[in-house]
């Protein structure tokens, strides 16, 4: 399907679908209980697909949710060190 521009996402080009994670399996990756990470979707803290009344996840939205955390730990955690030497 062309995605607005006359292209096709990577997904339909590699012929490609995702399976979504249920929040069992989703927690179990990420190593939090369930209902916390229903309530960060719930709070759309992360990335989440709500499909009638169950929630949803793509692994690689997981995934690359994580790296932004990450990415955000790691500079608070530069700031706060050059902070201190000053």
């Not at 759309?44 to 730990?73: C, H, N, T, Y």
């Amino acid at each position: 399907m062309p995605n607005g521009n006359g292209a096709t996402t990577n997904v339909e080009a590699e012929g490609i679908f995702e399976p979504l994670l249920d929040l069992t399996e989703a927690a179990a990756l990420l190593r939090i209980h369930p209902q916390t990470l229903k309530k960060m979707a719930i709070r759309r803290s992360v990335p989440a697909i709500k499909v009638g009344r169950l929630w949803r996840f793509r692994a690689s939205d997981m995934q690359e949710w994580l790296d932004s955390r990450v990415s955000l730990v790691e500079n608070d955690s530069e700031c706060r060190a050059s902070e201190r030497r000053q």
